[in-house]
């Protein structure tokens, strides 16, 4: 999948898989805007990788639960490099607990991360993509948003979101040759995952046919293809990269 002369955002790129999707991107010809919130030392460090490898990137700090911080974000993309042509909606944040013990503010901050920021961003990048009559979005929702997961309402909730903003999205879009799209993860070891007990990691890679886990660069491989012009006529779709451990039917 060749993206030369494409310009991407990725939403949190700073960290895990939105890292790995932005090294992808560029390394396929993409030029790409690093969003981050609070990690920017990290982001810069994405920026360094790609442009030792001779790519293009830009670090841009915007917290995408903000409309306005959105707006910005996809400013930065046509101001930097004049248009935007692919959206990976990645960011996104876990705030685990029974719901009879959730604070309603943990419920809040995940549907403003986790959903809210989906909205803000296609919003705004929408109005260009429109204008341009091409776009390819691809929204990072979780195998939980399919299959639900205890101790995880309000992610679960989101992600379940996502899947609807984005078969919804595809349906508006499909006649500006735009594609949205969903990558929904299985378990991949990041910051994230990493503060789950080993009784839960040892639980889910039984559930998984492949019997592993997943790489960062694997949900980077299934984006990237959406995002490709290989994928044209591909839109409103869900693609797992799970190892099977959510098998839809
Ligand atoms: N890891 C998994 O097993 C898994 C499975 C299914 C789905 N997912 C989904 O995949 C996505 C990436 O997860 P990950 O595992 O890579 O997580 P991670 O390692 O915790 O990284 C999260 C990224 O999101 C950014 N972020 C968080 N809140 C933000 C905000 N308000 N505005 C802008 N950026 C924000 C962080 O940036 P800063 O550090 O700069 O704040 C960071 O770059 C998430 O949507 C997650 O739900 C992950």
Known sequence: MNLTNKVAIITGASRGIGRAIAIDLAARGASVIVNYNSSEAAANEVVSVITAAGGKAT?????????????????????????????????????????????????????????????N?????????????????????????????????????????????????????????????CVAPGYIPTDLTNVLSDELKQGMMKLTPLGRFGKPEEVAYASAFLASDEAAFITGVVLSVDGGLVMQG
């Open 121 to 181: 961003c296609c919003k705004a990048a929408t109005k260009v993509m429109m204008r341009a009559r091409y776009g390819r979005i691809i929204n990072i929702t979780s195998v939980v948003g399919l299959s639900g997961q205890g101790g995880q309402t309000n992610y679960a909730a989101a992600k379940a979101g996502v899947i609807g903003l984005t078969k919804s999205l595809a349906k508006e879009l499909g006649g500006r040759n735009i594609t949205v799209n």
């Open 59 to 119: 670090a841009f700090k915007a917290d995408v639960s903000k409309i306005d911080q959105s707006q910005a974000l996809i400013k930065a993309a046509t101001d930097t490099y004049g248009k935007l042509d692919i959206l990976v909606n990645n960011a996104g944040t876990t705030r685990d607990n029974l719901l009879m013990m959730m604070p309603e503010a943990d419920w809040d901050h995940i549907m403003n991360t986790d959903l809210k920021s989906v909205f």
